[in-house]
């Protein structure tokens, strides 16, 4: 069979250029780094301790029996069971909302209004995108930011949100899905937000059974910060968490809010 000179010229002008594209595709990479889940333990106390925090038992406790649980807020109902919980009991949380949540659970808003003794109230967003930035780009199947000027307006408008609601400044931001790629993350600290991680992943979005929530609690240390979430009461987070902090208390560990202390990356 002839084989004409075209037909042989394709497929070397095709490998040529997967090659020149492998080539090229580490830089195009190298700029959109793959998004990290950022984890953190408690660090200092913060030196200011705004809406009464020096007053509290926490502030002053030693470090190595501090811990500070921090609940998501992404969208959907209220956990009105978890928070009651925490009111009874008195124990102090870190509440990470979104302005998508807010607008969607004014009764939650009321009693959490009531308690700001009690409560910290942080920036989750606007509308609960994912700090990556790219187009196309997911996390959890989430899609991310086209580009920073997106990103801005999700944490600018979650922080004027919690503003209007509660009358008061956020410090903190948590992404949805707590990942964030460099440039996101640089943007977020660059708009003066501290971003706040975890060390104890206690529901995994609230999609853990009872038993699995308390075995992820009894794993808590002095300097952790456990994630859980305040959003889905359908959900067995409250189950779990509920016997959890009790153990946690009667070990003498102390909750903490995040405008207590500093918190410090872990690797
Ligand atoms: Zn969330």
Not at 85 to 99: C, D, G, S, Y
């Amino acid at each position: 069979m002839k084989i004409s000179f075209s037909k042989i010229q394709a497929p070397i002008t095709l490998l040529a250029a997967a090659v020149a594209l492998t080539l090229t595709l580490p830089n195009a990479a190298t700029a959109q780094t793959r998004p990290v889940e950022i984890h953190d333990r408690i660090n200092t106390p913060a030196r200011s301790t705004p809406l009464g925090g020096a007053d509290s038992p926490g502030a002053s406790a030693p470090q190595s029996k501090q811990v500070a649980l921090t609940l998501d807020a992404c969208s959907g109902a209220f956990d009105e069971e978890l928070l009651d919980f925490l009111i009874r009991n008195r124990i102090p949380a870190t509440l990470f909302v979104t302005k998508k949540w807010l607008l969607k659970n004014p009764h939650g808003v009321a009693i959490l209004k009531a308690r700001l003794d009690l409560f910290d109230i942080e920036d989750h967003g606007e509308n609960h995108i994912p700090a990556v930035i790219g187009q196309g780009r997911k996390v959890y199947g989430i899609t991310g930011e086209p580009d920073l000027l997106h990103l801005r307006r999700e944490v600018n408008q979650g922080a004027l949100a919690i503003q209007q609601a509660f009358g008061v400044p956020s410090h903190w931001y948590r992404g949805a899905t707590a990942e964030y790629d460099q440039e996101a993350a640089d943007e977020i600290r660059h708009m003066g937000f501290k971003i706040a991680g975890f060390s104890v992943n206690a529901d995994a979005g609230a999609s853990l059974g009872q038993a699995q929530v308390l075995q992820r609690m009894r794993h808590v240390q002095g300097g952790d910060v456990i994630i859980a979430h305040m959003n889905k009461p359908k959900g067995q987070t409250y189950e779990g968490l509920a016997p959890g902090l009790i153990e946690l208390l009667r070990r003498g560990l102390v909750f903490v809010r995040l405008d207590q202390v500093d918190l410090a990356e872990i690797r």
